[in-house]
């Protein structure tokens, strides 16, 4: 990568709050909500820095809209976790994902109950408060304005579990959000669980067990079903009790003789209604899952293995975005009956998809997501996955984020009228710029610079209120 792809992986210290930025072009005079975005920004401690992009601490941006058009408020804040103040106060950062921090501590910490509370993947909403989240099953609250750390966030009931999927699905239709935990043990567990909106208590949907735990890092869900991915990147639990291996993910291997399962669950029951066997698939992201003409739906970014998970280490990130194996936006067709699948290519070398928040579920229409690297950038790419058709939006020496698309209120499904929020590092000016695009045409509508580089980050949620 040319000068300038390092600013991605550079800490970043300096907090501001409710700073007004300048505002190029005009933004919908009806946005009037908030974008909430999650990811590292501090990578060293101590004079010693972490190994992978997955274990800096976290750091939450908020970008609020008055509505009328003219201005957006900034606030960054570090999220001041147990892990955030005992690397402050000691200098090390004890990794959760790729950074070693010694045997008998990481057995522990994942066995025993004491993971790290660096929530540094996503957020929610969970009963009127903002959550961060990773991919251990510790919480964190924040403030939403100010998103100042309040302390660890409890759940009202007795759900557990070793490793939590940072990707929980809010649905609109029925008022509740899906989530997903795994339990070690003989054997394990994927345990699906639903959360009705205004409650702490989540309810168990239903649980699928193996001897061989995938990593999981989101899943499908369609009005009736969820659907586990179950790709073949896998462990076994005794792994973690032998020495020799450096970090939690040492412990996952690649075995595609297993294939890729889609593993169906009726929402209702938790029964299992079909298991279908494909090709070998890695997937980080799901885009959306729906139902028709008795078949599931499932549209994904899939990468020929997963060598992936390699590349993000720091020390080989440059390169593996340069040169390694693009995801590519993929439709799967279950067969529940027949369970044979089918699967075609829909966009090429791309990440970090998103749709409507009113599409979940249902059969839908358009999808954006982050273009593959370049060596001076990458893009952002609109798709319609009912004609193949695409369109994007680049500019050379910018590194777009995970594009956030905001229906316009009065809309209707599926259309694209709408914005396109999304933050993009700018090497060539030394910072990072929030983007506000036309849903439709991907034209550039607004540009406000922020006031430093924020280094790259995972994902975030548009909130109409906060």
């Given at each position: 990568m040319e000068a300038g792809f390092e600013l991605g992986f550079a800490s970043l210290s300096n907090?501001?709050?409710?700073?007004?930025?300048?505002?190029?072009?005009?933004?919908?005079?009806?946005?009037?909500?908030?974008?909430?975005?999650?990811?590292?920004?501090?990578?060293?401690?101590?004079?010693?820095?972490?190994?992978?992009?997955?274990?800096g601490l976290a750091m939450l941006h908020r970008?609020?809209?008055?509505?009328?058009?003219?201005?957006?408020?900034?606030?960054?804040?570090?999220?001041?976790?147990?892990?955030?103040?005992?690397?402050?106060?000691?200098?090390?950062?004890?990794?959760?994902?790729?950074?070693?921090?010694?045997?008998?501590?990481?057995?522990?910490?994942?066995?025993?109950?004491?993971?790290?509370?660096?929530?540094?993947?996503?957020?929610?909403?969970?009963?009127?408060?903002?959550?961060?989240?990773?991919?251990?099953?510790?919480?964190?609250?924040?403030?939403?304005?100010?998103?100042?750390?309040?302390?660890?966030?409890?759940?009202?009931?007795?759900?557990?579990?070793?490793?939590?999927?940072?990707?929980?699905?809010?649905?609109?239709?029925?008022?509740?959000?899906?989530?997903?935990?795994?339990?070690?043990?003989?054997?394990?567990?994927?345990?699906?669980?639903?959360l009705p909106d205004g409650s702490r208590s989540r309810e168990r949907i239903g649980s699928v067990a193996t001897e061989s735990p995938a990593y999981l890092h989101s899943f499908a869900l369609t009005e009736r079903f969820v659907v586990l991915t179950e790709h073949p990147f896998v462990t076994t639990p005794a792994s973690f009790l032998l020495p020799g291996r450096e970090s939690f993910v040492d412990h996952y291997e690649?075995?595609?003789?297993?294939?890729?399962?889609?593993?169906?669950?009726?929402?209702?029951?938790?029964?299992?209604?079909?298991?279908?066997?494909?090709?070998?698939?890695?997937?980080?992201?799901?885009?959306?899952?729906?139902?028709?003409?008795?078949?599931?739906?499932?549209?994904?970014?899939?990468?020929?293995?997963?060598?992936?998970?390699?590349?993000?280490?720091?020390?080989?990130?440059?390169?593996?975005?340069?040169?390694?194996?693009?995801?590519?936006?993929?439709?799967?067709?279950?067969?529940?009956?027949?369970?044979?699948?089918?699967?075609?290519?829909?966009?090429?070398?791309?990440?970090l998809p998103r749709i409507a928040r009113e599409d979940r579920t249902r059969e839908y229409r358009y999808v954006y997501t982050q273009g593959a690297a370049e060596p001076d950038g990458n893009h952002v790419a609109k798709v319609d996955v009912t004609t193949g058709e695409s369109d994007r939006w680049e500019e050379s020496g910018l590194f777009a984020e995970e594009p956030v698309f905001v229906r316009a209120p009065d809309a209707e499904r599926p259309s694209d009228e709408g914005c396109v929020l999304v933050t993009a590092l700018n090497t060539d000016e030394g910072r990072t710029d929030l983007l506000v695009l036309d849903g439709e045409t991907l034209d550039e509508r607004a540009r406000a610079p922020l006031p430093h580089a924020v280094p790259f980050g995972f994902h975030g949620r548009y909130f109409e209120e906060w």
């Open positions: 907090e501001v709050r409710d700073r007004s930025l300048p505002v190029e072009g005009t933004l919908p005079d009806w946005l009037d909500g908030a974008l909430v975005r999650n990811g590292p920004a501090t990578f060293e401690a101590g004079g010693e820095r972490v190994h992978h992009w997955f274990d970008f609020a809209f008055d509505g009328r058009g003219d201005t957006v408020s900034y606030t960054n804040r570090s999220l001041r976790s147990e892990t955030y103040r005992r690397a402050m106060a000691t200098g090390e950062i004890s990794g959760q994902f790729a950074t070693g921090g010694g045997y008998l501590r990481r057995v522990r910490q994942l066995l025993f109950g004491d993971p790290t509370d660096n929530c540094n993947v996503h957020v929610a909403r969970v009963d009127g408060t903002l959550v961060a989240m990773t991919e251990v099953p510790r919480y964190v609250a924040c403030d939403p304005d100010t998103l100042e750390t309040r302390g660890e966030f409890a759940f009202a009931d007795a759900l557990t579990g070793h490793v939590n999927c940072a990707h929980v699905l809010p649905d609109p239709h029925r008022g509740e959000t899906v989530g997903l935990l795994t339990t070690f043990g003989r054997p394990s567990e994927h345990t699906f669980y639903r690649w075995k595609p003789e297993r294939g890729t399962r889609f593993h169906v669950l009726d929402r209702e029951t938790g029964e299992r209604v079909a298991t279908a066997v494909t090709d070998p698939w890695f997937v980080f992201h799901h885009v959306n899952a729906f139902e028709a003409d008795g078949e599931l739906v499932v549209d994904l970014v899939a990468y020929p293995n997963a060598d992936v998970v390699d590349g993000l280490y720091l020390s080989e990130a440059s390169d593996w975005f340069e040169h390694g194996s693009d995801g590519h936006l993929r439709r799967f067709r279950v067969q529940i009956d027949g369970q044979a699948v089918a699967s075609e290519t829909l966009y090429g070398g791309c990440e």
